[in-house]
Nanobody, 114 residues
Framework: QVQLVESGGGAVQAGGSLRLSCAAS????????MGWFRQVPGKQREMVCD?????ATRCAKSVEGRFSISRDKNMLYLQMTNLLPDDTAVYYCNLIMTRGRDYWGQGTQVTVSS
């Protein structure tokens, strides 16, 4: 089994910064992709950024230039700068391995006020 535990969410004003962390433990195998998704009530969960074990990254256009993703072994980070009210959501850590093994964290709330 795999456990993903997020931390670092909170409330900030627009223009502020936050750093999210996710710790993966258990049966984590390479290669894999770890990523951050977010969801607001009534909308589908959307990919924010992800990173492979070879450190290839990609981010949604809505956060490019403001968010950056990084990983160190089984730790995943999301540095968020110049936050906007539209970034308000529950942020989830995700891990995908081969053979369709897909895991999610419990989520951490990010609230950005104008």
């Amino acid at each position: 089994q795999v456990q993903l535990v997020e931390s670092g969410g909170g409330a900030v004003q627009a223009g502020g910064s936050l750093r999210l962390s996710c710790a993966a433990s258990g049966s984590v195998f390479s290669p894999n992709t770890m990523g951050w998704f977010r969801q607001v009530p009534g909308k589908q969960r959307e990919m924010v950024c992800d990173v492979t074990t070879t450190k290839a990254t990609r981010c949604a256009k809505s956060v490019e230039g403001r968010f950056s993703i990084s990983r160190d072994k089984n730790m995943l980070y999301l540095q968020m700068t110049n936050l906007l009210p539209d970034d308000t959501a529950v942020y989830y850590c995700n891990l995908i391995m081969t053979r369709g093994r897909d895991y999610w964290g419990q989520g951490t709330q990010v609230t950005v006020s104008s």
